[in-house]
């Protein structure tokens, strides 16, 4: 191969060091108006009132947009996989969280659109609001969440838990020699990109929209501004592709279809671009995590079996939460087989900024987690870590949590690269280790059943 | 006061494509009449550098030169479907799809320089922007010759469109989470090993070192390879010691609004770094290639959290690993606390934080 493999230059990458790539806020048209949005200043909150006369009277403003101007108010991230939308695009008669848009007003400047949002006449019922997991299952817990309460309870049309179950975990912990427990909280993370989200949206005269985007996703996208819009796909063109930075924040589409709802009713160009404080504030953020784990451990180091329960902190709507959950049930026993499991991941719901995608989705947290817990149940065996993470390491045609058997597990070979790389050493039946097929003292009696039943 | 070194380690994997799968990329390619390349990808580039290896994928399956690949991933127009830049699905999914149109652009360059050189298309390969002879290789012609020819003197487009679809996998029982066929495109493998230097008085963590072993099936551009891999570390170590939305959490409230209040990880933070690249091809990706993105990040944090507790023997499971919470940890220490209950077989680390002593209606336990 000539090409493939090559330190060839990045496509685009003298314009982005040059400041010459045309991102969306590069983009600039006569006539074109400023967005700026009206949002929540409450966690938890009744809307009594809420009166943009004022604001459509100021002198520069060209349209103000409410929950009455969206054609389909609310859209799911995930209604394409049969997952009910939850999230309003503006908020009608309640406010989840703080920083919740409300309403978005375009106009000449972006000071006028900022002062004819401060005109918009607003009353709120403040009410309590529900900002710790732990506390979401408790009888008189405020409820945060209008469609599926505080935890989301629609997993394969009515379980209210992502679960998975596998071997027998009772004989697990029954057989043990030692059992380790552990509590782990990851946090919420920004995902910090240098382009905030800002979106151009642009009436042409022929009755289409074209929207410059930031999203990650063009095709998505479309769809969610077609629905939110109720306009085909043929009617919109979005243009974007070169993004300045997402890691993963920017699946969203949380300026696109308001933009674009604001282009059509002023019949002029619009552009709303988020400051840093409403990307960091307003913006959907990596969600917290609360992991506890129990693993089942022999003297000799075999990891037996593993309970798990997992709290997502979704924030106030579902967005790809969901996805979000499956993705780490089906990964929660790390780079190691396991025969034996019991999971419980739930995704509840706070009053906090609706959580989303970022680089490492439903993962990072559970893998910081399980590599502190593999950490501690080494040292209680007082067993060199390389050995027990060798050891248990999944390898050919072991079965992951949900019986898929691993074909190319480098588990063994990245470890012993590692070790060899910083010099630890590694005896040498460690560094006869390798990926193949469990036989012999690798294959222990609690892996026999499942080798042996062809792991399928 | 007193600094001491610690070094941890932690190994992970991670799934390439949307758990789960069902998620489409769609590709189309066509050839101008000097040979040169236009590629339409609805894959929108995140800093990823999908541009660069789409059109890498693209010139070695038509054996053309890189320079000679324009890449259009402008709008939802021109370009056919592409589910999206997440879930380290760029390189595979949609990669394969290029692929594809790519293998169909290549049959008829082939199909019609075989008109041209009076000899069967089988016995032609193509490579440097020339098409050639198996074993004869003075007997050639130029893709730009063949595209003109195809356009000038055949009436023919060059063109060749593909598509990508891992189908979806169903969970058929709910109460096991099994699935009826594999979730992932592909799964990759890391590992990294951290060295620390904790301040006992401060509780202040530095991040000293960052060795880190990765098979990503094929490295299709070292350079952007490592780049995913440096800047991973990086916001991975941003997540083991500095960041947070909320710095009193599960609080809302003194949120960080600005890059002054909100701490990423600066030039003054960065450790060494050291990488190892092993490939192990895979199956059904673009030669042989895996996803990098999005585990590039997950295996710092434990892998610093376990050398702090090589440094000083305390344990912090709540994240980010502050100064505050090093220090909390360590005043526990010293004060006797801070083990976990050991009784019979049982080591329970971390009680305090578990549901069953915060809520009043949950338990949850052996």
Redesign the interface.
């Known amino acids: 191969?000539?090409?493939?493999?090559?330190?060839?230059?990045?496509?685009?990458g003298v314009g982005h060091v040059t400041g010459r790539t045309t991102y969306v806020d590069d983009v600039r048209l006569p006539g074109m108006l400023h967005a700026a949005a009206l949002r929540s200043p409450h966690?938890n909150a009744r809307i009594t009132r809420l009166d943009a006369g004022a604001a459509e009277a100021m002198a520069g403003v060209h349209a103000v947009i409410t929950h009455a101007d969206v054609p389909l108010l609310v859209y799911g991230h995930l209604s394409g996989g049969g997952i009910p939308g939850d999230e309003p695009l503006l908020a009608k008669d309640h406010v989840r969280y703080?920083g919740q848009p409300v309403a978005l007003v375009a106009a000449d400047t972006v000071d006028i659109a900022r002062a004819a949002c401060a005109a918009i006449k607003v009353d709120y019922e403040e009410l309590p609001?529900l900002?710790?997991?732990?506390?979401a299952?408790?009888?008189g817990a405020p409820v945060v969440n209008d469609t599926f309460g505080n935890w989301y309870d629609q997993?394969?049309g009515n379980?209210d838990v992502?679960?998975?179950?596998?071997g027998d975990i009772e004989e697990a912990?029954g057989a043990?020699?030692?059992?380790?427990?552990?509590?782990?909280?990851?946090?919420?993370?920004?995902q910090?990109p240098l382009e905030t989200q800002v979106c151009v949206a642009i009436p042409e005269p022929d009755g289409r929209l074209t929207i410059h985007t930031c999203?990650?996703?063009?095709?998505?996208s479309?769809g969610v501004v077609c629905s939110h819009l109720q306009m085909p796909?043929s009617e919109?063109?979005?243009?974007?592709?070169?993004?300045?930075?997402?890691?993963?924040g920017?699946?969203d589409t949380a300026s696109d279809p308001l933009t674009a709802l604001a282009a059509q009713k002023s019949g002029r160009p619009v552009k709303w671009r988020w400051s840093?404080?409403e990307e960091?504030?307003a913006s959907g953020?990596r969600g917290?995590w609360?992991m506890?784990i129990?693993d089942a451990v022999s003297r000799d180091g075999w990891i037996l079996g593993r309970?798990m329960?997992t709290?997502h902190?979704a924030g106030a709507y579902g967005r790809f939460s969901v996805?979000g959950v499956?993705?780490h049930?089906?990964?929660h026993t790390?780079?190691y087989t396991i025969p034996n499991l019991h999971?419980?991941g739930y995704v509840v719901f706070?009053?906090?900024?609706p959580t989303t995608?970022m680089?490492?989705?439903?993962?990072?947290?559970l893998?910081?987690?399980?590599?502190?817990h593999?950490?501690?149940v080494a040292?209680?065996l007082g067993m060199d870590?390389?050995e027990f993470?060798l050891k248990n390491?999944?390898r050919v045609n072991d079965t992951s949590?949900?019986?898929?058997a691993?074909?190319?597990?480098?588990?063994v070979?990245?470890?012993q690269?590692?070790a060899s790389?910083?010099g630890?050493e590694l005896s040498e039946e460690l560094r006869a280790m390798s990926r193949d097929e469990r036989s012999g003292d690798m294959l222990p009696d609690h892996l026999v059943a499942q080798i042996g039943s062809g792991g399928h | 006061m007193a600094l001491h070194r610690g070094?941890?380690?932690?190994?992970?994997?991670?799934?390439t494509g949307m758990?789960?799968n069902g998620d489409p990329s769609q590709a189309w390619i066509k050839v101008k009449p000097d040979g040169r390349v236009d590629v339409f990808s609805?894959?929108?580039?995140?800093?990823n550098?999908s541009?660069?290896v789409q059109?890498?994928?693209v010139?070695?399956t038509l054996g053309v030169?890189?320079d000679w690949i324009t890449?259009d991933?402008?709008?939802?127009?021109s370009?056919p479907?592409?589910?999206?830049?997440?879930?380290s699905r760029a390189t595979f999914v949609a990669g394969n799809a290029v692929l594809k149109a790519a293998r169909q652009v290549r049959e008829r360059i082939l199909a019609v320089a075989a008109r041209e050189l009076e000899i069967d298309p089988e016995d032609l390969e193509v490579?440097?922007g020339a098409v050639s002879v198996k074993g004869t290789p003075a007997k050639s012609m130029g893709v730009d010759e063949v595209a003109g020819a195809a356009t000038f003197v055949h009436g023919e487009l060059l063109t060749g469109d593909g598509a990508h679809l891992n189908p979806g996998a169903a969970?058929v029982d709910?109460?096991?989470?099994?699935?009826d066929?594999?979730?992932h495109a592909?799964?990759?493998?890391?590992?990294?090993?951290a060295t620390v230097e904790v301040d006992d008085e401060t509780g202040d963590v530095r991040v000293l070192k960052l060795?880190?072993?990765?098979?990503i099936g094929?490295?299709?551009?070292?350079?952007?390879v490592e780049g995913q891999i440096e800047g991973?570390a990086v916001?991975?170590l941003?997540?083991g010691v500095l960041?947070?939305?909320?710095p009193y959490?599960?609080?809302?409230e003194h949120?960080?609004?600005?890059?002054n209040t909100?701490h990423?990880p600066t030039m003054s933070e960065l450790p060494d770094i050291?990488n190892?690249l092993?490939e192990?091809p895979?199956?059904g990706g673009p030669?042989g290639a895996k996803g990098i993105?999005?585990?590039?990040?997950?295996?710092q944090?434990?892998?610093i959290?376990?050398a702090i507790?090589d440094a000083v023997g305390v344990?912090v499971?709540?994240?980010?690993i502050t100064p505050e919470r090093v220090l909390d940890a360590l005043d526990a220490k010293r004060a006797g606390g801070g083990e976990p209950r050991r009784e019979g077989?049982?080591?329970?680390?971390?009680?305090e934080?578990?549901?069953n002593r915060?809520?009043?209606?949950?338990t949850?336990?052996?």
Not at chain 1, 131 to 135: F, G, Q, S, T
Not at chain 1, 162 to 166: E, L, S, Y
Not at chain 2, 73 to 77: G, I, K, M
Not at chain 2, 218 to 224: D, H, S, V
């Open positions: 191969m000539k090409v493939v493999g090559a330190r060839l230059p990045r496509y685009d966690h703080r609001a900002l710790d997991v732990r506390l299952f408790d009888d997993y394969e379980l992502r679960q998975i179950r596998k912990f043990a020699d030692l059992i380790v427990s552990g509590v782990y909280r990851t946090q919420s993370q920004e910090v999203t990650q996703a063009m095709y998505f479309l796909m919109v063109k979005m243009v974007g592709g070169t993004v300045g930075g997402g890691f993963g920017k699946v840093r404080e960091m504030l953020n917290p609360h506890e129990i309970k329960l709290i902190d996805y499956t993705k049930s089906f990964h790390g780079a999971f419980d706070t009053n906090r900024v995608a680089r490492g989705y439903g993962i990072t947290g893998a910081t987690a399980i590599e502190i593999a950490e501690r040292r209680e870590p390389y993470r390491a999944n949590p949900n019986r898929i691993y074909e190319d597990p480098s588990t070979e990245v470890l690269s590692l790389a910083t630890s | 070094k941890g380690v932690a190994t992970i994997e991670y799934p758990n789960q609805g894959t929108s580039d995140i800093g550098g541009k660069t059109s890498q994928i010139a070695e030169p890189y890449y991933n402008s709008n939802t127009d370009s479907m592409c589910t999206g830049t997440f879930a490579a440097d969970i709910p109460e096991t989470g099994e699935v066929k594999p979730p592909a799964i990759s493998y890391a590992a990294c090993a060795t880190q072993a990765y098979d094929r490295a299709m551009n070292p350079t952007l991973g916001m991975g941003g997540f960041e947070t939305c909320y959490y599960p609080s809302a949120r960080g609004d600005g890059m909100y990423v050291d190892v092993i192990n895979s199956e030669y993105g999005e585990m590039a990040n997950n295996a944090p434990a892998a959290a376990n507790y344990w499971t709540e994240f980010p077989r049982v080591v329970a680390f971390d009680e934080l578990s549901i915060v809520s009043s209606t949950r949850w336990g052996p």
